[in-house]
């Protein structure tokens, strides 16, 4: 197993709120947050139930919706909320550092 690291996502400034963009590195693919309050939230970016980037869905409140059958997530904890979406996905740690966003993978 790889030890974990922090990459660099993006600038503070990349997303406004409720907005999501994809972010890939190394073979692996994120969806990537921003809530209202403007904090920076980081999970799998494939829906659990087939795989569809949830960067193109709708975020609304606290939740992300799958773009393709609905189905919605918890970005703040990666919690499947509704159906047809019913596995949980990865939660992923960021931190703000000199105006740009990091992903702990
Ligand atoms: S692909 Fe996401 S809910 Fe079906």
């Not at 690291?5 to 693919?29: I, Q, T, Y």
């Not at 409140?61 to 909320?81: L, M, Q, S, V, W």
């Not at 596995?87 to 931190?95: A, G, M, P, Q, T």
Request: glycine share 8%.
């Amino acid at each position: 197993m790889k030890p974990e690291k922090w990459v660099e996502v993006c600038a503070l400034d990349a997303l406004a709120p409720e907005e999501a963009m994809r972010f890939d590195h190394e073979g692996r693919s994120f969806a990537i947050i921003r809530s209202s309050d403007g904090d920076y939230f980081a999970i799998d970016g494939h829906c659990s139930h087939e795989k569809v980037h949830l960067s193109g869905g709708i975020v609304d409140g606290n939740i992300i919706e799958c773009p393709k059958h609905f189905g919605t997530f918890d970005y703040r904890t990666g919690e499947a909320r509704s159906l047809p979406a019913c596995i949980d996905l990865r939660r992923y740690e960021l931190k703000v550092d000199s105006d740009a966003v990091f992903i702990k993978i």
